[in-house]
């Protein structure tokens, strides 16, 4: 078996990598008897010399791999035919501006498997990057408020940042004593509390957070979807029924909205559930939350100020609450402030590549190589020589542009 690590090929550029030069070397200790290259690459966080030196090929052309492995969506123009691909696809959920990727891999009869649906027997994912979102999509929440008050200037992360660098940055600089809000309870948000908890923000009880005066020291609360949102029939909140049975609840999230300075918005969401903040809501004068870090980035989500997903250089924008459209980032006191990075964990790409990687030679890497049978590998593969698997036949109208 011979595998590739694909150079990326996306814009805006992403630097992560699915293995490390460590993480390659590694496999060609274990499995002698099969092949890895690496296609050459100028913008990865790890250089091309470095997996040289770690004894692992680096090539431009790698058609002669059987399973080729990346981490954003491929350029439809580089897909090789009859391969097997691994990367983050955004096609499942029918995103249109994907259908063109979805039509191309089922031409070229590829196989595809999908990171993001990798999962165990408990539908928990394996290989995600869901908790340095939270922790990178902190720190530019944090650094784009310093800016807006012209408090203090934090680092803008370049392909070697790390999170110690990131750490040392924050605990360099005096942080305002605000509340920070953290919806969710998932990687993401788990990712974001850490952060707080590692620079010395205080935990404060939804009591403490919701009542009225200052902090003295930099403060933050979390709250997942049950104190976030009430029934409308005045029952108590039961998560098995808000799955099921989202358009049954509606927003109480404006109790919140009233008390915070910052939100960081971490938690999942579908489109059937209550909008948190809705366009009038944000208009709102007595809404005091003037900075919003969307580190799930949902465009026009439960977060009505994320207008679209900013980059990582440049990472802010203002949304005008009185007229629902964007404006320069910081040009208005009244306006608020958002952060909608949807790709943070490329920030910390040496640590995300590292964590990531791990996680892939565990659930992916040893059972192929090992000529295994997984039930991970096969729930995450959308096509199969081009033909969608059953799980997934959903997407035949999609692929056709029929739905």
Not at 273 to 294: C, H, K, M, N
Request: hydrophobic content about 35%.
């Amino acid at each position: 078996m011979k595998i590739g690590l694909i150079r990326e090929t996306k814009i805006p550029e992403d630097n992560r990598v699915a293995l490390t030069p460590s993480h390659l070397a590694e496999l060609q200790r274990s499995f002698p008897q099969d092949e890895f290259v690496v296609q050459s690459s100028d913008i990865r966080a790890y250089s091309d010399e470095t997996y040289r030196k770690a004894g692992v090929r680096v090539t431009d052309n790698v058609d002669d791999c059987d399973i080729l492995f990346g981490i954003k969506e491929a350029d439809i123009r580089t897909l090789i035919p009859n391969k097997h691909y691994f990367f983050f696809g955004h096609i499942a959920k029918m995103q249109a501006y994907n259908r063109p990727l979805l039509q191309t891999l089922m031409a070229k009869r590829i196989t595809f498997s999908d990171y993001e649906y990798l999962v165990d027997d408990d539908n928990r994912r394996v290989c995600a990057f869901g908790w340095w979102a939270g922790i990178v999509g902190t720190y530019y929440t944090l650094r784009g408020y310093g800016l807006r008050h012209h408090l203090y200037e934090l680092p803008k992360p370049d392909k070697h940042f790390t999170l110690e660098k990131l750490t040392q940055a924050l605990k360099s600089v005096e942080l305002p004593h605000i509340k920070v809000l953290v919806t969710g309870n998932g990687r993401v948000s788990h990712g974001a509390q850490h952060i707080l908890e590692t620079i010395g923000a205080v935990r404060l009880t939804e009591e403490q957070f919701l009542a009225d005066g200052p902090v003295n020291a930099l403060s933050f609360c979390s709250a997942d979807a049950d104190r976030l949102v009430t029934r409308n029939d005045g029952e108590e909140f039961s998560w098995d029924d808000f799955i099921h049975h989202p358009t049954t609840y509606r927003s109480d999230f404006m109790r919140w909205a009233r008390k915070a300075d910052v939100l960081v918005s971490a938690h999942f969401w579908a489109p059937e559930a209550p909008v948190y903040l809705s366009q009038e809501d944000l208009a709102d004068p007595t809404l005091r939350i003037r900075f919003i870090g969307d580190v799930t980035c949902d465009i026009q989500g439960s977060i009505k100020s994320t207008l679209r997903a900013s980059t990582h250089n440049d990472p802010f924008y203002d949304y005008n609450p009185q007229t629902s459209k964007e404006e320069p980032a910081f040009s208005n006191d009244s306006n608020i402030s958002v952060m909608a990075v949807d790709t943070c964990p490329n920030a910390l790409a040496l640590d995300t590549s590292a964590y990531f990687g791990d996680m892939l030679m565990q659930h992916v890497l040893v059972p192929l190589l090992k000529r295994e049978h997984s039930n991970i590998i096969q729930r995450a593969t959308i096509l199969e020589d081009g033909k969608l698997t059953p799980h997934f036949a959903y997407l035949e109208p999609f692929a056709k542009g029929d739905e």
